[in-house]
């Protein structure tokens, strides 16, 4: 770390852009078992009869939801994160050019 004051703050804006790509890879991690999850749908309910049969459609189906729900957030988040980083990183040099 830089030398400084005690109240400098550094960013890190390599681990910043890292995390951000983290953020999406759980988006992508939901898309993989929201798929595999659709394949394998009709394989897993001829397992069921019955009550359960309807159990295991409302599960899936809340199953379904809360994929496509991740998949969004993770999509929209790290992007909203990589730009917020990114949109840091542009300020502070712009500011840095102000001062000696």
Request: charged share 15%; aromatic share 8%.
């Amino acid at each position: 770390m830089p030398a400084g004051s005690p109240d400098d703050v550094y960013y890190n804006y390599p681990l910043m852009e890292s995390i951000a790509m983290q953020i999406q890879q759980c988006g992508t991690t939901a898309q993989g078992l929201l798929d595999a999850g659709i394949a394998n749908k009709q394989t897993l309910l001829g397992s069921f009869t019955g009550d359960t049969a309807m159990v295991f459609e409302e599960s899936f189906t809340k199953f379904q939801h809360v994929c496509q729900d991740t998949i969004e957030v993770t999509g929209r988040g790290g992007i909203a994160y990589s730009r917020g980083a990114s949109e840091m990183g542009t300020n502070e040099m712009n500011m840095s050019k102000q001062f000696p």
